[in-house]
Nanobody, 121 residues
Framework: QVQLVESGGGLVQAGGSLRLSCAASGSIFSTSAMGWYRQAPGKQRELVATIPRGGNTNYADSVKGRFTISRHNAKNTVYLQMNSLKYEDTAVYYC???????????????WGQGTQVAVSS
């Protein structure tokens, strides 16, 4: 069993900053790509940023230059530093990770439970 637990969401004024964290725990051999997605009310879930185990990061155009994704492989943790927040960044943010479990030959996709980010204008 693998769990992803997010933290760091909250209410912030426009222009402010928040840092999200997501820690994977359980029977983990290694993690592959990790990322953040978000879903605003009445909208579909959308990609925010992804980071492979080694390689280039990827960002949605709407957050480029404001958000930074990073990871700590030894801790199986991914972070999202969000600066210059805008009202339209308000959403539930979900962590995603590809996990190779111990005694498994396949990478499985896992999601966190989501953390609310609310930006007041």
């Amino acid at each position: 069993q693998v769990q992803l637990v997010e933290s760091g969401g909250g209410l912030v004024q426009a222009g402010g900053s928040l840092r999200l964290s997501c820690a994977a725990s359980g029977s983990i051999f290694s993690t592959s790509a990790m990322g953040w997605y978000r879903q605003a009310p009445g909208k579909q879930r959308e990609l925010v940023a992804t980071i492979p185990r080694g390689g280039n990061t990827n960002y949605a155009d709407s957050v480029k230059g404001r958000f930074t994704i990073s990871r700590h492989n030894a801790k199986n943790t991914v972070y999202l530093q969000m600066n210059s927040l805008k009202y339209e960044d308000t959403a539930v943010y979900y962590c995603n990770a590809g996990v190779l479990e111990r005694r498994s030959a396949h990478i499985k996709d896992y999601w966190g439970q989501g953390t609310q980010v609310a930006v007041s204008s």
